[in-house]
């Protein structure tokens, strides 16, 4: 069943249809919103039809299917690229599709695991280290808002910080981030998170879930100033989750020993690897 009017493919779609084409079928069954959910569509001569106002022809079909690094929104008047550029940060940001969820990509960089893992999983292995999440929560990093999504679960009331506007204009178009805007348990702000989290009294959250960029893109992120604000808004007896990177590479597993010095410096306590979610938890 459908909670979306938006249609959203990818290639992974096409590729369904070409092949039931190619058998002779003139009806199938189609995600119209990334894997979320199908409904039954009916083929012809001429194209595809998805829904009474709703059809493709095989030309866009074709065109969908060539591009297998994006997500396309598709409306009566045009098929439109599920993409942003942010004047202020430079970045391109792209959603993009896996046999899962899909994730987005940050001037070509994916900010979900995508191998031996898919971006639905991966969120789930990051919040069931702080299993079980309850009362306040903090989301340094909304992304596509898998991470808040999947707290608001179980916890009273999340709070999510996110850089880049252009970030949440993907986001507003991908069918599996639409709880994000939806659901009043999700509080959400705009900015550095190396600035936001200033504003917050101390001991305001039971529960930190820290999903930074790639140390190269946000270095300020890892530094034990902003670890010391950590643990200042985490209340007694908080957890933290930070993921890192994959602790079996040899940059991961640097960054990582880095992690645990300065979590450890700034007084967090039982900081203890998670490789399993690509990252560590730490008490206060």
Known sequence: MRHWDEIVLSHLQMKELLAAQKRGETDATLSLDLN??????????????????????????????????????????????????????????????????????????????????????????????????????????????????????????????????????????NPWSQALFGNPKIEQRIGDSGELICDFADSSFDAILHDPPMFGLAGHLYSADFYRELYRVLKPRGRLFHYIANPDSKQGATITRGVIQRLTAVGFTKVTRRPEAFGVVAAK
């Open 36 to 173: 979320l959910s199908t409904v039954p569509v009916t083929l012809d001569a001429e194209g595809v039809q998805l829904q009474p106002a709703e059809r493709l022809t095989w030309e866009d079909v074709a065109f969908i299917n060539e591009d297998e690094n994006s997500c396309f929104h598709l409306t009566p008047e045009s098929i439109n690229k599920i993409q942003a550029f942010s004047p202020e940060t430079n970045r391109l940001y792209t959603l993009y599709p896996t046999a899962s969820a899909p994730t987005m990509l940050i001037s070509g960089i994916p900010m979900h695991r995508i191998k031996e893992s898919d971006p639905h999983r991966d969120t789930l292995a990051k919040v069931q280290t702080l299993r079980p999440l309850t009362g306040q929560v903090l989301d340094t990093a909304t992304g596509l808002g898998y991470t808040a999504i999947e707290a608001a679960k179980t916890a009273a009331h999340v709070v999510t910080l996110e850089l880049d506007p252009a970030g949440l204009e993907v986001a507003r178009r």
